[in-house]
Structure formats: structure tokens, C-alpha cells
């Protein structure tokens, strides 16, 4: 029995089961990726949502509990104990340690003086030392309260330590101010850093099972303040920091120096209500592995389900084709046993199948058909060699005479004067004569067989040569084919030449050639290309130049105008014949009104031989406005010498003229106007000297304005005045504004003077200066300034001046340590004199009482009135309150005697009331009050008498 190879075939049974594995095992792959993916991105978004929300969390506690100390801070240096001079140190330390034992992160709370020194502290701690180096105390008098996070420098030997890590405070500082509002000094505190520690734990308590959660707090330039002791101080720069310095809160995932890759959320500190924030970053991480150890174990549960479900399918699917498989076999090995020649058909397979038994009814039927048609070739084989017998025979003749012909053919392309390249409709090459091998560089035999394209095509051209031969070989007809056509080939050498070339199409029934004649016109293009671009330069220059440039031949006719000249004559665009173009416009001579005769045109002078250069025309165009020209122009001769015409250009100064006249006349009218403006207008350049000055000059410094221009600065002002403002004058590249006094006595005027740079470029050419006379304003504004602060009636200070001198006054009693008294005093019954003498007596009565209180007090002293009959008194240099009582005396005395009036003599007297202290800083209302009341004691007391009220002594009582 002969049985089929089996080494090449492949079991059904085994096949089925493997393919069954391998689809179960893809399914559980995709499965693996699918849920994977959607559960690491499920299981990233959540865990990054909580290390956010923490770190939201730790940002925003932290912010609340830094606020609470801001505020606790600042409301202590508002209260009473620590402002109030008259509480004692011990009290106010009290109030510190108190403070301190309420909340322990404070590590130490100072009070400081204005100059730095300790005066009080939480344990005596640094009290008299002098602090004003440190950088919390200089913050806080530049209004900044809260510092970073630092090392202890002077309390870092002071405050215990059982940890020996180096302590670290973050300060919140305040001045204090007493009830003027004065600063006294500073109330600084130094909170340990360890409350934020606190804080970062009792945030992260409830991750406390969580394996790998880290939390860091970063400075503002990224210093690591709280974290793992690995990136202690280190400054760190990592994407999180970066986003969350933008104000962003979220998660992202990360590489970090110690090579792992972390899940991190993020969040930055902004502050809370009146506490600014120092602009920390708290950073969440846990590594990645940790936070997908859940996402790892489910996928390992899939893929070892998907393993064993895949076993078990196969092992189904490899019993149930067991049973489809036998019967195939059994019809496998008939049908070897058949090409063995030992069966003739393939006996029947039992099967409960029907495509078993359809499979073998077909294989009988197709061995019948085959042994049918096997009869048949036998028979038409034997047909065919008979008629190759005869054909061959035929062929060999026809062979012989192609022969002869071709050698004639042969002939006349080798001698031939063009190059002759032979091609096939495959597109190679099949002949190639002499002359082709002197052209292209190339041998007979390195070019036959090969294709055109690769031999002679230039790269840019073979897609489009392959192109052309395809859609011929579809049409069999082409628009080259017998035309001579101008193209670019390819040398041996890689150049690329022009060629002549003429097709020619050869049918050989069942196929056809190409037959190409071809000529080198390398030389011939060469000059061509060249003239041709010369011209077109040539065209190009004349079109965009504005110049206008006419041409004539050596006849006289003008032969060219170019689009300059074309503008400037008026002539249309479209073309003229050359006799017309005179009737579009008329010439002039420069005065624009004399013809100029044909003779005279400078073309034609040019044409005579003559040198013309910058001839003045005026060209007026019919449909335009004149035109005026600098024309220049000589003659043209070939290079025999022999003269072939004349060229003339034509420079247009229509524009140029016109500015030049309104320049003129816009200099006249600005002389005219700025002569006769009353204020100094002039030109400086770069080296001071005068360019431009007008008539004001003349008048102010007494020098004639036509002979300032070509003057330095120093000669027109004088030496004494050009020196006291040489630098004002000089100055920088900005406008600067300046007041000088011009003249002396009487004749004296004060001079505002701008100075304006004349910038250009970036270069300084000189200045303008501007000078105004506001001598007037200026007494106006001196007389405005002292009426505000004089009382019209008495002549003495008014209300608005009162109020400024004292305050002065009450500056210069503090630093001198002497008393201050304030009187307040007014006319009695004074209301009587207005009702029954009249307001004209009143003011009479207001007017002496002005003139004997001022005469009754001291130089020293300052007089004022109010308003109505209320003057007051401003006593200076008091050793006691007993010479204040002194003056008092005196004022009353100075009212023994009536006064005269019109109606006759009348007692006039004065009831004063007296405030005294010696004690600073006063409050001056608390001054006027007392003043005020010790003027009604005084009237109380039956008028014309005063009161002396001691501040010290109201308030002890």
C-alpha cells in the first residue's frame, strides 16, 4: 500500500484545538489590556483625587492655623498692657507667658524699642539684647509681618533641645504703637516649626494604613521644609511644584530623584482673610507600585482564568474533530493508492457526514473528466509537431532577407550627422550610432538594453517621460511623434544639455519602435538665454526705476519711453505709435512758461553729440499738471563708433520744488509768530550753540537775536547764570522743567524754561527750550499763600495757622524738655458791643484787643485768632506752670484802660483760661479741651480774671 508524505501535513484534530487555545488566550489578552487600562486609570484618578483633596487639606489648615497666629500676634501688639507705658515689665511679661502657655508652639515672644533692643521676653530670654540685625525686626518696620521658615540663630543655645536637630522657627512681628499712633518698638514671636509637623499628622491620620504616603511642604523657591529626611533643605523642582505654583490643585504622576515614579497631589497655600500666606506647596506622593498593587492582583486573577479556560476548550474542541477527522484520512490514503496506479476510484468511506461522502462522489467524477482529456492532448500534440516542422522552414527565409536590409539601414544611421537612438516599446534602448556615443559621453555597448529613462532622461524629467510612455502604450498615439521638440538630456557625465529632437514611430504589427534623431544646440541656447536675459534685466531696471528715460534712434524718432517717462509726459498706458506721442504733452524751459523748440529739447541736443547734464524742463502733460526735470543725456554709438542714437533721463523735483517753497514760506510765518510771543523760544545743538532764537531774547537778556544763532549758551546767558543751571541745561535725553531768575532788583523776572530733547533715532541732536515769564504768578501765588494763613481783620494768625504752629509748638517743647501752655481768651460781653454800638464798632474793639494782647505777651510767644472774639496764645519755653500765670497777669492787666471808640470811652476786659503740661507726647485736642475748660472756670468766676489748669494734676485726680 503506498501512502501521501505526511511531513507536510498537518493534523485537523490538533489544528482546531490549537487555533480554539490561541482565541481563548487573545480574548483573555484583550480582556487583561481592556481591564486593565480601565481599571489603573479608575484606580489613578481616584487615589490622585485624595492625594489632592489631602493636600488641599494639609495648604488650608495650615493657612487657617498660621492665620489664627497673624491675628493672635496682631491683636496683642494693639492691647493696652503691652502699649501703655504706666503697666509694668513684669505684668507685660505676664501677659507674654500667658500667651506662650496657651499655645506652645510659640518658642519665644519679645517686646523690642524702636532701636532693636530687647525690653521684655517670654523667660527673660535675650532681654537686652539687641536684635535690630535680625530679619523679622527689619520686616516689621517695612510693614512686612510674617517671615519664612529659618534656623534659630540666638535663641538656638538658649531653648532646650533633646533632640539635638537643629531648631527651626518661621516669625510673625508687629509694631506697637502708643495712643498718638506713634511706633514704639516691635513685638516679635518665633513659632516652632513643629506645629506644622502636627498638623501634616493629624491631615494624614486616616492613611495611616496606606503603605508609601509621604507628605512634603515646600518653600516658596522650593526648599524642602517638612518631608522624608532624604530630601531635608534640598530644593526640589518636580512638574507637581511647578503646577501647583500656578495656582492649580490636582495629581499628576512623576519621576523623583530616587528613581521611582510617584503618584503626587498637589496644592499651594493662599493665605486666609488678613494672613497673606507664604506661599508653601504641600506635595502628597505614594509610589506607583503601592497604589496599583489592586489594579496587578486583578489582572493576575484574569490571565490565569483565561489560561485554564483556553486548556479546556481545546481539550473539547480536539475530541469533537477527532471524530470529523478519521473519515478524511481514510480518503486521503485512497487517494494515494490511486496515484499509485494500484486503484482505479476511491472505494466508498462510511461517514455520518454528508460533505464525506459529497467530497468523494466529486473526486470520482473530476478522474473521469482527466483520463477523457488526456486522450485528447495525445492526439492534438502530434498535429502541432507537423505544422513547427513547416513554419520553421518559412522563418528561416524571411530571417535571411531581414539581414540584408539591415545592414543597409545600419549604414546610413552610422554615418549619419545627428545622433540616432534606436528604442523598443519596453522603452530600451536598441541602437545607438556614433554619433550618439560623441554626444552623450557614452559607449554602444554600455547603453544597449538599458531603458531611456535611466540613460539619457534628467531625474526631474523620467516621471514624466515614464508617464508619456504609458498612456502611449494604451492609446498607440502621442502628439511628439514626428514634431522636432526642444528638450534637456543627460551626459554620461550627470550634466544636463539641450537637445533637438525629431521622433519617429516604427509599426511592426504586434509591437513597435522609436526611432530619434538628435541634436546637441548647447551653444545655440547659450545665447539665446543670455540676450534674453539681458533684455529682460534691461526691461525690469527701466520699469521700476523712476527716473524717466526716453531713447531716440540716430533718425531723430523716438523709439522708447520708459513707465517713469510714460507718467511724467502724461501718455496712456496702451501702445502709441511713436508720431503720436508729441500731441499728449508740451516742453517748457525751467520757468515753466517759455516753449522749447524742438532744437533746444535735450534729446535732441544729446543726439548733436552735446553732454547734457541736469538741464532744467518743465514737461506739462495735457490731461496733468506740470511737471518739473532735471534732464541729462549723451548720445549712443556702437562699438565701431558709428552713432546708433541718444538716451535721455528725466529726474522728477516737482515735489521737490513744492516743499522747498512751503519750507521757505513756513519759516517765515514761524519767525513772525514766535517773535512775537512774550516767551523765550530757541535751538540748542549738540555742542550748545544757538541755531534758532527769537525777538524775547533780545528783550530778556539784551542780546540782538540775529546775532544769537552760531552763540554758545554761556555767551547768551552770562557766565554766573549758564552756571548755576549748566546741568539743567545739559541734563539727559528726558524733558526737564526748571524756574532761573533773569535780572536784578525791579528788573527782575523768574523765567519757567522747559528743555526738550531732539531725539532721532536714538541720537540726541540738540534741544529745544521754552522759557516763560510767571513772575506774576508767582507773587500771586506768594500773596494767595499768606492770606490763607493771615485773619483779615487783626492781622494776626488765623485758625489754619494756629492749628500748624502748635503742633509745632508741641514738637519743639518735647524735644526740649521745657513746659508748653495754651491760653484760650475772648472779650467779654462782647455780643453787647455788636448789639448795641454795631459790627463797625466791634471790629474797632477786636482790633485793639489783637493790638494789647500781643503787646502783652512775648516775643516768643504766638497770638492767634479764631474766629469772632476767641484768640488763643501759644506759650513756648516754660520752666513752670507759675510763668504761664505770669503772662495771664499781664494780659488782664493790659485792659485796665477803656477803650476809645466813636461813642466814647468803654471798659473793655478779658477772661483767659490757661492749659499747662510738661509731659510728651500731649494729645493736642486733650490740650484745647483743657484750655477750653479753664476758660469757663475763669468766666465762672466772674470774668477779667484767667484760670491755670495743670494736665498732670487733671489727671492724677
Excluded at 528613581?259 to 497655600?269: A, D, E, F
Excluded at 528783550?699 to 554761556?714: C, D, L, N
Excluded at 485758625?799 to 495754651?822: F, K, N, T, V
Aim: hydrophobic residues 45%; contains cysteine; neutral net charge.
Amino acid at each position: 500500500m503506498v501512502f501521501l508524505p505526511r511531513f507536510k501535513r498537518i493534523a485537523l484534530a490538533p489544528s482546531l484545538a490549537a487555533v480554539s487555545a490561541a482565541v481563548m488566550l487573545l480574548l483573555t489578552f484583550v480582556t487583561l489590556q481592556v481591564v486593565g487600562q480601565s481599571m489603573a486609570r479608575q484606580v489613578e484618578q481616584e487615589i490622585g483625587q485624595n492625594l489632592a483633596e489631602l493636600s488641599f487639606q494639609t495648604t488650608d489648615k495650615l493657612d487657617r492655623g498660621m492665620y489664627e497666629r497673624y491675628r493672635e500676634v496682631q491683636l496683642i501688639a494693639e492691647r493696652y498692657e503691652i502699649t501703655s507705658a504706666s503697666v509694668p515689665v513684669p505684668a507685660k511679661r505676664a501677659v507674654l507667658e500667658r500667651m506662650q502657655e496657651t499655645h506652645p508652639y510659640y518658642a519665644w515672644i519679645g517686646i523690642t524699642d524702636n532701636s532693636g533692643q530687647v525690653k521684655i521676653a517670654t523667660g527673660a530670654l535675650l532681654e537686652g539684647k539687641n536684635v535690630a540685625a535680625r530679619p523679622w525686626f527689619q520686616a516689621a518696620n517695612r510693614g512686612v509681618h510674617l517671615l519664612d521658615v529659618h534656623e534659630a540663630v540666638l535663641l538656638a543655645k538658649l531653648l532646650p533641645n533633646p533632640t539635638g536637630e537643629p531648631k527651626r522657627f518661621f516669625d510673625v512681628a508687629f509694631p506697637y504703637r502708643d495712643a498718638d499712633g506713634q511706633v514704639l518698638g516691635i513685638l516679635g514671636t518665633h513659632l516652632s516649626w513643629q506645629w506644622a509637623a502636627d498638623v501634616q499628622r493629624s491631615v494624614l491620620r486616616p492613611l495611616a494604613e496606606r503603605k508609601g504616603v509621604d507628605t512634603l511642604i515646600l518653600s516658596k523657591g522650593g526648599a524642602v521644609l517638612l518631608g522624608p529626611a532624604e530630601y531635608a533643605d534640598k530644593v526640589l523642582d518636580p512638574q507637581s511644584f511647578q503646577l501647583a505654583r500656578r495656582g492649580m490643585n490636582g495629581a499628576v504622576i512623576e519621576a523623583w530623584p530616587d528613581g521611582r515614579r510617584y503618584l503626587v497631589g498637589y496644592s499651594k497655600s493662599r493665605g486666609h482673610d488678613s494672613y497673606p500666606g507664604l506661599e508653601w506647596t504641600v506635595l502628597v506622593r505614594q509610589p506607583l507600585d503601592e497604589a496599583f498593587r489592586p489594579v496587578d492582583a486583578l489582572r493576575a486573577k484574569i490571565l490565569w482564568g483565561g489560561i485554564g479556560a483556553a486548556a479546556l476548550v481545546s481539550l473539547l474542541v480536539w475530541l469533537l474533530s477527532r471524530g470529523i477527522a478519521r473519515p478524511l484520512e481514510r480518503i486521503t490514503r485512497h487517494a494515494g493508492e490511486l496515484t499509485a496506479g494500484q486503484l482505479d476510484r476511491i472505494p466508498p468511506v462510511h461517514s455520518r457526514l454528508a460533505e464525506v461522502q459529497i467530497l468523494q462522489a466529486a473526486l470520482n467524477e473530476l478522474l473521469a473528466k482527466v483520463r477523457v482529456k488526456e486522450a485528447g492532448l495525445r492526439d492534438l500534440n502530434a498535429t502541432l509537431e507537423k505544422r513547427v516542422v513547416e513554419r520553421t522552414a518559412a522563418l528561416h527565409a524571411a530571417v535571411e532577407d531581414t539581414r540584408k536590409s539591415e545592414h543597409r539601414v545600419r549604414a546610413i544611421i552610422d554615418t549619419a550627422l545627428d545622433a540616432f537612438v534606436g528604442v523598443d516599446a519596453q522603452g530600451r534602448i536598441t541602437d545607438w550610432n556614433p554619433r550618439a556615443e560623441e554626444i552623450f559621453g557614452r559607449t554602444r555597448a554600455e547603453v544597449l538594453g538599458k531603458t531611456v529613462t535611466e540613460t539619457i532622461i534628467p531625474p526631474r524629467f523620467r516621471q514624466a517621460h515614464e508617464d508619456g510612455m504609458r498612456r502611449f502604450g494604451v492609446g498607440s498615439s502621442s502628439g511628439v511623434v514626428g514634431k522636432r521638440l526642444q528638450l534637456f538630456a543627460l551626459r554620461g557625465s550627470g550634466a544636463e544639455f539641450p537637445v533637438e529632437m525629431t521622433i519617429g514611430l516604427i509599426d511592426a504589427g504586434d509591437t513597435h519602435f522609436f526611432g530619434t534623431f538628435i541634436q546637441d544646440i548647447s551653444q545655440r541656447k547659450e545665447i539665446e538665454d543670455t540676450l534674453a536675459r539681458e533684455r529682460e534685466l534691461l526691461d525690469v531696471v527701466l520699469d521700476s526705476i523712476d527716473v524717466g528715460v526716453v531713447v531716440c534712434s540716430r533718425d531723430g524718432e523716438v523709439t522708447m519711453f520708459n513707465r517713469a517717462a510714460r507718467e511724467i509726459h502724461g501718455l496712456p498706458s496702451t501702445p502709441l505709435r511713436s508720431d503720436e506721442w508729441a500731441d499728449h504733452y508740451r516742453l517748457f524751459l525751467g520757468d515753466g512758461q517759455t516753449p522749447l523748440v524742438a532744437e533746444g529739447a535735450p534729446l535732441f541736443r544729446a543726439l548733436r553729440g552735446e553732454l547734457v547734464e541736469n538741464a532744467e524742463v518743465v514737461v506739462r502733460p495735457l490731461h496733468g499738471t506740470p511737471r518739473f526735470l532735471f534732464a541729462s543725456g549723451r548720445a549712443l554709438h556702437a562699438q565701431d563708433g558709428t552713432g546708433i542714437g541718444a538716451v535721455i533721463a528725466l529726474k522728477d523735483v516737482t515735489v521737490l520744488k513744492e516743499s522747498a517753497r512751503r519750507l521757505e514760506a513756513s519759516e517765515r510765518s514761524l519767525r513772525t509768530i514766535t517773535n512775537n510771543l512774550p516767551v523765550l523760544i530757541g535751538y540748542v545743538d549738540h555742542t550748545e550753540r544757538y541755531t534758532f532764537a527769537n525777538a524775547t531774547y533780545e528783550t530778556w537778556f539784551g542780546v540782538q537775536a540775529g546775532s544769537i544763532p552760531g552763540k554758545t549758551v554761556r555767551e547768551v546767558m552770562g557766565e554766573e547764570l549758564y552756571l548755576a543751571h549748566r546741568d539743567k541745561l545739559r541734563g539727559t535725553d528726558d524733558d526737564v522743567t526748571f524756574e532761573m531768575t533773569i535780572g536784578q532788583g525791579t528788573l527782575a523776572r523768574t523765567v519757567e524754561v522747559t528743555r526738550i530733547p531732539d531725539v532721532h533715532d536714538g541720537v540726541c541732536n540738540g534741544v529745544y527750550v521754552l522759557g516763560a515769564d510767571i513772575s506774576a504768578a508767582k507773587r500771586h501765588e506768594e500773596e494767595l499763600r499768606r492770606l490763607a494763613r493771615v485773619d483779615m481783620l487783626t492781622g494776626l494768625p488765623n485758625r489754619r495757622s494756629y492749628q500748624e504752629g502748635l503742633e509745632a509748638a508741641a514738637q519743639r517743647a518735647r524735644r526740649s524738655g521745657h513746659g508748653l501752655a495754651l491760653m484760650f481768651l475772648d472779650v467779654d460781653h462782647f455780643k453787647q458791643v455788636n448789639d448795641t454800638l454795631g459790627h463797625a464798632a466791634g471790629d474797632i474793639v477786636l482790633q485793639e484787643f489783637a493790638r494789647r494782647v500781643k503787646g502783652a505777651v512775648r516775643v516768643t510767644d504766638t497770638v492767634c485768632r479764631l474766629a469772632g472774639d476767641e484768640f488763643t496764645v501759644i506759650l513756648e519755653g516754660l520752666n513752670g506752670r507759675d510763668e504761664a500765670a505770669l503772662v495771664a497777669e499781664k494780659i488782664i492787666a493790659a485792659f485796665q484802660a477803656p477803650f476809645d471808640l466813636a461813642t466814647g470811652a468803654r471798659k473793655v476786659s478779658t477772661s483767659v483760661g490757661v492749659a499747662y503740661t510738661k509731659e510728651f507726647p500731649v494729645v493736642l485736642a486733650e490740650l484745647n479741651e483743657t484750655a477750653d475748660r479753664a476758660l469757663y472756670a475763669a468766666k465762672s468766676r466772674g470774668r477779667g480774671c484767667f484760670t491755670v489748669a495743670d494736665m498732670r494734676a487733671e489727671k492724677a485726680a
